[in-house]
Each structure stands twice: as C-alpha cells, then as structure tokens.
C-alpha cells in the first residue's frame, strides 16, 4: 500500500519544517515545498497511466485530439499553479499566490477560447 | 520518491541554526549571518533541482 508511503512522507516533512520553523524560517518553507514536491512527483507517475486511457478512450470515440490536449493542458496548468500558490501562501506570501492564482485563471481562459468558439459556430449553425 | 532530500534539509536546517548560536555566541554576528544564507541557498539549489524535474514530467504529461 502506497498511501502508507505518501502519509508518511507527509507527517515526515510536515514534523521536520514545524521543528526547523522557530530557529530557520527559510528553510522550513523549503523543507515544506520539498515535501510537496516529492509528493507531487509521485502521484504525477500514476497520472500518467490514467491520461493514456483517456487518449486511448478518445481516440476510439472519435473525438478531436485537440480537445483532449486543451482539456489536459488546462489540468497542468491548474495543478502547477495550485502548488506554487500553496507554497507562496505557506511562506506568508498571500499577494502573490493571489497573483499566481489570477494568471493561471487568465491562461486556462486564453486556452478554452478557442473550444467557446466552436462551441458558439455549432450554436450558430443549428439557429435557422 | 526520494525522502533523503527531506531529510537532508532539514539537517542544513539544523546545523544552520547551530552555526548561528555558536557564531553569535562568539560575537561574530556577520559570519553566522552568511552562514546562515549559505545553508539557505545550498538547500534552495537542491530543491530547484528537484522543481525543474517536477516541470518537465508535468510537461511531459500534460502536454504543456
């Protein structure tokens, strides 16, 4: 059971940055971001797996890969700016992750123009 | 997943916070100040490392 290692791993990082916290702030923060990121780099090994079924899945419905990648290219982007947000607010950078938070939402939004548009051109041509 | 990173920042943490009471205790203030940001930045270069790694597999995956 691999959730016995994530906890772990996490309760590690998270009893290691409290007890460096009070004497070195700076590097708390940093054992904390590495405790995320190991973390983060496991569960994006099992995602793989997951996105070759989905492609594999639309691929045999027929549907548009573009759509797909724009869908998985949203998924990155939300879960990389999820992460530095955290850390940010972590550190007790809320205006930042704030700001992390607001490009992530302008760059999904700047991706799913295009599909907006197909989507309104279908609208368009079923209204006589 | 490699716990050792984790492990050895905190243990740059720790000596870090060690130099700083022995160096202040020797009335060096300016030295336990630079030791104090060389174990910083030695641990920010570990986990850059470990975050340009982390960027390149969501690239990989996520077709960014």
Known sequence: ME???VVGIGLTGAVLAVYVKESNREIAVLISLATGLV???YALSQVGAVISVLSELASRANINIFYLTT???IMGIAYIAEFGAQ???DAGEGSTATKIEFAAKILVMVLALPIIMALMESVLRLLP | MNIELIFQIAGIGILTSIFHIVLKQAGKEE???I???AGVAIALIMV???LAELLNQVKGVFFL
């Open chain 1, 3 to 5: 959730i016995f290692q």
């Open chain 1, 39 to 41: 973390l983060f780099l």
């Open chain 2, 31 to 33: 030295y336990s100040f």
């Open chain 1, 87 to 89: 850390i940010c607010r």
């Open chain 1, 71 to 73: 869908v998985l290219k």
């Open chain 2, 48 to 50: 850059v490392q470990l």
């Open chain 2, 35 to 37: 030791a104090t940001l």
